[in-house]
């Protein structure tokens, strides 16, 4: 009576092929659907421009980039509508701005959720609580948008810099239906002179 061998259709050897091909094939999906969702936020996002303002030259530039401050930046909660609970740092806020003098914004409402409705001029910014100190009554919060820096092109970090200080460079900003905010380009002296590549 001969009997016979049960073989399995994969042996161990095939499942770690497997498991392999399926970690690649993450390790290449997760960044391909980082850069489609910039390259989707960047062609279709609204489009604002944000002026910038000095800020402490001495870490202005870090090496090939340039940080970048803004008037929706630094906000005293006693100023706006916000959230009754205090806000602290690494809390996820929703910041209403709304321009002032052209592209100056100013900030007039923080919440803990997005709002469900803007008039039109209004624009919804996602921002992380970098910094909050004062008392409940009056609580300044240094807010994060994720704008805070760019890649400068090489030769131009000295224009950039003295554009910043003369108060004539701003932001050109994609922000998507989520509140999610991406540097587009730049404006100096009016003119659009910088366009951030989609790769």
Sequence with gaps: MSTAT????????????????????IQIAVPGFMILDRISLLTSGR????????RDPRD??????????????????????APEETLYKGDEVYAVI????????????????KPDQVTGEQVVLMARVEKAYGDKDSRKVTLHYGIESYYIPEGTG??????????????????????????????????????????
């Design 98 to 113: 709304v321009p002032k003098d052209g592209d100056a914004w100013s900030v007039i409402s923080l919440g803990r959720e």
């Design 47 to 54: 489009e604002i421009t944000i002026k910038t303002q000095p």
């Design 158 to 199: 000295k224009a950039l810099e003295d554009k910043v200080r003369d108060g004539s460079l701003s932001v050109i900003v994609a922000v998507s239906d989520a509140g999610l905010a991406a540097i587009k380009g730049l404006v100096i002296d009016g003119e659009r002179v910088y366009d951030e590549p989609l790769f």
């Design 60 to 81: 202005m530039f870090k090496g090939d980039y340039v940080v970048l401050n803004y008037p929706i930046t630094q906000i005293d909660t006693a100023g706006v509508t």
């Design 6 to 25: 049960q073989t399995h259709p994969m042996t161990p050897r095939w499942w770690i092929l497997v498991a392999g091909i399926g970690i690649l094939l």
